[in-house]
Nanobody, 120 residues
Framework: QVHLVESGGGLVQAGGSLRLSCAASGVVLSIDTMGWYRQAPGNQRELVAD???????NYADSVKGRFTISRNNIKNIVYLQMSSLKPEDTAVYYCSAHGLQIGGRFFDNWGQGTQVTVSS
C-alpha cells in the first residue's frame, strides 16, 4: 500500500505564512501528479494546486501569487508554501498523489488531512 502523511497545518493570523508537507511512503514505484486540495465546512473539496513529475504546476485562481507548490521526486514529498493567508483559506487541506506501486498496480490516494485556520 501507499500512504500519504501530511504535516504543517495550524493556526495563523491573516497575512501570515504556513508550509505544508506531504510524504508518500510504502510500495511506491513512481508518482505522476501530486497535489493539494482543501475543503471548508459546507463546501466541496477543491483543488488548490498540483504538480507533475516534470515540475509543471497548476493553481486555483484564488491562491495564485500567494501559494507555491513544489516537490522532491527522490523523497516523494510535496510541499505547499502558503503566504499572505486569508481567513477564507481556512479549511482542511488534503494531499493527493497517483502513480504506480511496486508490482505495477495503479494507486490514487489521499492523505488524512491537516487543518489550516487563519484568524482575522
Amino acid at each position: 500500500q501507499v500512504h500519504l502523511v501530511e504535516s504543517g497545518g495550524g493556526l495563523v493570523q491573516a497575512g501570515g505564512s504556513l508550509r505544508l508537507s506531504c510524504a508518500a511512503s510504502g510500495v511506491v514505484l513512481s508518482i505522476d501528479t501530486m497535489g493539494w486540495y482543501r475543503q471548508a465546512p459546507g463546501n466541496q473539496r477543491e483543488l488548490v494546486a498540483d504538480i507533475t513529475t516534470a515540475g509543471s504546476t497548476n493553481y486555483a485562481d484564488s491562491v495564485k501569487g500567494r501559494f507555491t507548490i513544489s516537490r522532491n521526486n527522490i523523497k516523494n514529498i510535496v510541499y505547499l508554501q502558503m503566504s499572505s493567508l486569508k481567513p477564507e483559506d481556512t479549511a482542511v487541506y488534503y494531499c493527493s498523489a497517483h502513480g504506480l506501486q511496486i508490482g505495477g498496480r495503479f494507486f490514487d490516494n489521499w492523505g488524512q488531512g491537516t487543518q489550516v485556520t487563519v484568524s482575522s
